[in-house]
Nanobody
Framework: VQLQASGGGLVQAGGSLSLSCAAS????????MAWFRQVSGKERQFVAY??????ITLYGNSVKGRFTISRDNTMVALQMNGLTPEDTAVYYC???????????????WGQGTLVTVSS
């Protein structure tokens, strides 16, 4: 499956952004979808995942209550509210077979989209 992420940009602290990840070339419904983020020099950090049917979601502690992951037949989205400078990172969408917060379990990745939050 090929993934194409979009929606990043520059936003002021307290603002909102919505990321999208469009899937093609595979059976999208067969994958757990997740968002991770990465700051240069640091490990890829779990943000959220959503199960195949969309019925279960899990969030990292640092984004819980502020971010919302959702999906439809061809894409997964991440609505980000209450952004802070600590949310600045490159955001990646991933597709995998297992419901896990470990980036190692996701085998397909989008190209990343940069989110910058100014103070």
């Amino acid at each position: 499956v090929q993934l194409q992420a979009s929606g990043g940009g520059l936003v002021q602290a307290g603002g909102s952004l919505s990321l999208s990840c469009a899937a093609s070339g595979g059976t999208f419904s067969g994958y757990v979808m997740a968002w991770f983020r990465q700051v240069s020099g640091k490990e890829r950090q779990f943000v959220a995942y959503i199960t195949r049917g969309g019925g279960i979601t899990l969030y990292g502690n640092s984004v819980k209550g502020r971010f919302t992951i959702s999906r439809d037949n061809t894409m997964v989205a991440l609505q980000m509210n209450g952004l802070t400078p600590e949310d600045t990172a490159v955001y990646y969408c991933g597709a995998g077979r297992f419901e896990t917060w470990s980036h190692e379990a996701y085998h397909y990745w989008g190209q990343g989209t940069l989110v910058t939050v100014s103070s």
